[in-house]
């Protein structure tokens, strides 16, 4: 049952709901002799190809004079073919990468000064950064750590927000980061269903690595929950970092306030062009190919080679993502954040092979955060750790 406490009303901000927002002509019309918006009708004054390897093939840049779609329509078409069960287009936003789409969310809910957000870490940092700009307060409710699970604490999360009318958002990450746990349907639910009256945002950036039989997107609980935010990306699954492109999947008001408060053309006729050929069904059956063979890659070579190290002595977390949280230990089997801060700073200072370190986070002691690269990536990474761990006594 979804929570009778969610009011989208009482939620957004006043000045928001009030907001008259920036209007083109394009959000109407986008065909025909087009004098609209002081675009350069003669085109881009050089030779408009792009040859770029990265999206295979030459890029026809001949719209660039025009400026794109503003609510990026035939990529939201395509966003609903990948995540069945998401209603119709309105219930998507598309953002300059999730970090705008996080930025936005709070923009448009959290009066500064005054409101606050529950994060549960460990767990992805620009929750925080973006919180601290906005002058937004943070409340933590921690993932249990016992064993490395990081599951939600579901009591505790949902007492903390309900007892803190200043809460306007969760934030809960799935499969999370650092943690690669995917989150338990039954527990995303329940904070759902709870008495809580704010936005329960689930970032879903590393969702397509969850084995499909473990779980799925929970983009299509966005049918049941008005008060359930999905937010996805382009720069995991689709290798595509660079295009910047965040996907936010919620209830049609939630979109429309969003809409209303991004900047007119957020996203660029290069990014949308990209992410549409992306999302053909043809390019979404190869990233389901490459996520394939990550998967195998974690699974079958990183993961067993890590657990062979000297000084291994944990992998953490659910390993539903595309990066492996492994923990080094001293010689008494005691988390050392002297380890793997040490070698962390060799690989990258001296090896040229960057990891993260994640020793600070809650529950992560001694650990670093590895992602699972090409196979001679990974081949590398290893030989480099075991060599450095090795001269450690
Ligand atoms: C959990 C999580 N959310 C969001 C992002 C940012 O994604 P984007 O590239 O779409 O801004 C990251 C990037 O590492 C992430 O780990």
């Not at 002058?135 to 505790?156: C, E, H, I, K, W």
């Not at 595309?322 to 010689?331: P, W």
């Not at 090896?351 to 002691?365: E, F, I, P, Q």
Request: net charge negative; glycine share 8%; aromatic share 8%.
């Amino acid at each position: 049952m979804p929570s009778t406490s969610f009011d989208i009303k009482k939620l957004v901000r006043p000045n928001i709901l009030k907001l008259e927002p920036y209007r083109c002509a394009r959000d109407d019309y986008s065909e025909g002799i087009l004098l609209d918006a002081n675009e350069n009708s003669y085109g881009p004054a050089f030779q408009t190809t792009i040859v770029d390897d990265s999206i295979q093939g030459n890029y026809d840049a001949q719209n660039l004079h025009r400026y794109p779609d503003p609510l990026g329509r035939e990529v939201k078409q395509r966003i609903l073919k990948l995540r069945p069960g998401v209603p119709g287009i309105e219930n998507v936003f598309l953002g300059v990468g999730s970090d705008e789409v996080i930025d936005l969310l709070v923009r448009i809910t959290c009066q500064p000064g005054k409101d606050a957000m529950l994060i549960t870490p460990p767990t992805y940092g620009m929750y925080k950064v973006v919180a601290n700009i906005n002058d937004v307060g943070v409340v933590r409710v921690p993932l249990t750590t016992d064993g490395g699970s990081f599951q939600l604490d579901v009591d505790a999360t949902i007492e903390a927000a309900v007892g803190n009318p200043a809460i306007k958002i969760i934030w809960l990450c799935s499969p999370g980061n650092p943690t690669g746990t995917y989150l338990r349907e039954a527990d995303v639910r329940r904070i759902l269903e709870s008495a809580f009256s704010g936005l329960v945002v689930i970032d879903e950036a590393y969702v397509d690595f969850v084995e499909p039989s473990k779980g799925s997107s929970y983009a299509r609980l966005v049918a049941e929950y008005p008060n359930v935010f999905v937010m996805q990306t382009m720069s995991k699954s689709f290798g595509l970092a660079g295009i910047r492109l965040g996907v936010g999947i919620g209830c049609a008001d939630m979109v429309y306030y969003l809409n209303n408060a991004k900047a007119p053309y957020n996203v660029s006729t290069l990014s949308l062009d990209v992410a549409k050929q992306a999302l053909s069904d043809g390019n979404v059956q190869k990233m389901l190919a490459v996520v394939g063979s990550l998967r195998q890659q974690r699974d079958q070579y990183l993961i067993p080679e890590l657990r062979k190290l000297p000084h291994f002595g944990q992998i953490l977390g659910g390993n539903d993502a595309n990066f492996v949280l492994c923990r080094f230990v001293d010689s008494n089997g005691v988390a050392s954040n002297e380890i793997a801060k040490g070698v962390y700073a060799e690989m990258a200072e001296n090896r040229g092979c960057v990891v993260r370190y994640r020793g600070s986070d809650l529950g992560c002691a001694g650990c670093l955060r590895i992602t699972v690269g090409t196979e001679e990536e990974n081949r590398t990474v290893i030989a480099t750790m075991r060599d450095l761990l090795s001269a450690i006594p």
